[in-house]
């Protein structure tokens, strides 16, 4: 059973709208600001274009529509699992049981004292939303934690855009609620692969982010 955390700041719902060019927020205030994966992802399109002309559009929406469907089973899996319900395998298909039980041997030994779960974080300063998985306690210290799935192990330099997204949700958490956070985990669960595990300081990749999203704003206007 995993301790959860009353915050004494509320994090709001945001209204969310997705567009051909991302994913938008919309604040409390009325301030529309694109979405953290919007922001990461428009620097990788050339890639991922080139990728899909390699491998054929039909190949390529089949392995995407795949990759989708596992990534938010287990993200279900993980959310239900950390809220302490007793039926949070209930329904899942196998492989996607699976892939979850390979990190979730990982929850057990190094995560308690939940602070916030699939909430949403938004940043004046940097204007920039997103939702985050999870706010807990990693090995004693408070940490981001992010998870993935993927089809084979990655490279750590492949992943710099996960490191920078974590990030980003350290600053807009300290920003919403006051609360530091200086650790950032990345934990992802491979087809047939044990799993991958990355800890950082979430104050090495906050610079990196905000140049991303400075070529962002000069690119597309907001």
Not at 26 to 49: C, E, F, H, R, W
Not at 79 to 90: H, L, P
Not at 184 to 191: G, H, N, W
Not at 197 to 217: E, G, N, P, T
Request: charged letters at 25%; hydrophobic letters at 35%; aromatic letters at 12%.
């Amino acid at each position: 059973m995993f301790n959860h955390v009353n915050l004494d700041h509320k994090l709001q719902e945001l209204e969310c709208e997705t567009l051909p060019t991302g994913r938008t927020y919309k604040t409390p205030d009325g301030n529309k600001y694109p979405s953290v994966t919007t922001v990461l992802g428009d620097q990788s399109k050339a890639g991922i274009i080139a990728w899909r002309q390699r491998v054929g559009e039909d190949e390529a929406n089949k392995i995407s529509s795949q990759a989708a469907t596992r990534g938010t089973a287990v993200h279900t899996l993980a959310e239900n699992y950390i809220n302490n319900d007793v039926d949070w395998s209930k329904g899942s298909m196998p492989a996607n049981l699976f892939s979850f039980n390979q990190i979730k041997t990982i929850l057990d030994t190094n995560m308690n004292n939940v602070y916030a779960q699939e909430v949403p974080l938004y940043s004046d300063q940097l204007q920039v939303a997103g939702r985050v998985d999870l706010v807990a306690e990693w090995d004693g210290q408070l940490a981001i934690v992010d998870f993935k799935t993927s089809r084979k192990i990655k490279k750590e330099e492949y992943v710099q855009n996960y490191f920078m997204q974590a990030a980003f949700y350290a600053a807009a958490f300290y920003e919403r609620t006051g609360i530091p956070i200086k650790r950032t985990v990345i934990l992802i669960a491979v087809d047939g692969e044990e799993p991958q595990l990355f800890v950082k300081k979430s104050y090495d990749y906050i610079q990196d982010f905000i140049r991303v999203r400075k070529a962002y704003k000069e690119k597309h206007g907001f």
